[in-house]
């Protein structure tokens, strides 16, 4: 099994930044890939960004040009920094893990098989 506890939500003005964080404990083996998801009220889970253990990356459009996601293998941790946040940045966002057979990035839920519990983010306007 693989364990992923995020930090670094909380509350932020419009335009303001915050950095999540998440660490991986457990059988880091079993997996590679890993990606940042969100879900926000009334709203469907949706993918935000993903890094292969490489670090090739992806991001939603919504994201692009605003959102960074890095990791630090040795640290068995994933970084989320966000800047210039909007109101409909706000919403749960979850870090999750997949067991990718190489340096791929994972754009699919379905292949996600370890997910945390989630920290949230609320922007005021």
């Known amino acids: 099994q693989v364990q992923l506890v995020e930090s670094g939500g909380g509350l932020v003005q419009a335009g303001g930044s915050l950095r999540l964080s998440c660490v991986a404990s457990g059988d880091i083996f079993r997996v590679n890939a890993m990606g940042w998801y969100r879900q926000g009220p009334g709203k469907q889970r949706e993918l935000v960004a993903a890094i292969s253990t490489g670090g090739s990356t992806y991001y939603a459009d919504s994201v692009k040009g605003r959102f960074t996601i890095s990791r630090d293998n040795a640290k068995n941790t994933l970084f989320l920094q966000m800047s210039n946040l909007k109101p409909e940045d706000t919403a749960a966002y979850y870090c999750?893990?997949?067991?990718?057979?190489?340096?791929?990035?994972?754009?699919?839920?379905?292949?996600?098989?370890?997910w945390g519990q989630g920290t949230h983010v609320t922007v005021s306007s």
């Open positions: 999750a893990a997949a067991p990718m057979a190489d340096d791929q990035v994972a754009v699919h839920t379905w292949l996600y098989d370890y």
